[in-house]
């Protein structure tokens, strides 16, 4: 990859472009920068409710996989969909996490990742993201929707075929939803801090 007058590169592939710009890309404090469908994205960080959210669900799940790796915002590569996303919740084993060569690990080595929809990101978890993540491979897409049309759920997608999954479960907030092995976990929603 060639520098050229620091404004613009020369790429071997449009993957290597992206995660170029994706890396230097300034945003505000604050706000989260994905790659979405080779789009460069700024979104800002949610509500403290929001937060509280997914506190509440990284601790459930640190202790489910107590060695294992919940990160909050590691960001993890689906370069076959020109993505850099940035999960509320990605859980993956450590060893997979350094073993990443680029500023993020493929999105491939996290068992789990967990969206909570907000005003600023909620077509692209229903949409973009669940096709991103079943091509990658990973085995379970939980999904955290206050905002549903139909209203507040959880939707737990798993079982990744040909770019898509399979809905393993779906719960409205208040009752309480389940994670496989190697969870082994149920995640009762009406435990969920006050939106």
Request: proline residues 7%; contains cysteine.
């Given at each position: 990859m060639d520098v050229l007058d620091g404004d613009y590169i020369h790429a071997e592939t449009e993957w290597d472009e992206l995660l170029w710009l994706w890396q230097r890309t300034e945003a505000p404090k604050g706000c989260?920068?994905?790659?979405?469908?080779?789009?460069?994205?700024v979104a800002p960080l949610a509500r403290v409710s929001h937060q509280s959210l997914v506190a509440h669900v990284h601790r459930r799940l640190c202790a489910a996989v107590p060695t294992w790796g919940v990160h909050q915002w590691c960001p993890v590569a689906v370069p076959s969909r020109l993505g850099i996303y940035l999960p509320d919740i990605t859980v993956v084993p450590e060893e997979e996490?350094?073993?990443?060569?680029?500023?993020?690990?493929?999105?491939?080595?996290?068992?789990?990742?967990?969206?909570?929809?907000?005003?600023?990101?909620?077509?692209?978890?229903?949409?973009?993201?669940?096709?991103?993540?079943?091509?990658?491979?990973i085995p379970l897409y939980l999904l955290l929707d206050s905002l549903a049309p139909d209203g507040p759920v959880c939707t737990l997608h798993g079982r990744p075929e040909k770019g898509t999954?399979?809905?393993?479960?779906?719960?409205?907030?208040?009752?309480?939803?389940?994670?496989?092995?190697?969870?082994?976990?149920?995640?009762d929603t009406a435990e969920f801090p006050e939106a």
């Open positions: 989260r920068v994905e790659l979405v469908d080779g789009i460069v994205t996490l350094h073993a990443a060569e680029e500023r993020c690990p493929p999105a491939a080595a996290a068992a789990l990742v967990v969206e909570i929809a907000s005003r600023a990101t909620a077509r692209v978890d229903r949409t973009v993201k669940v096709h991103a993540y079943a091509s990658a491979g999954y399979r809905e393993v479960s779906r719960v409205r907030f208040g009752e309480p939803i389940g994670l496989p092995a190697p969870f082994g976990l149920v995640i």
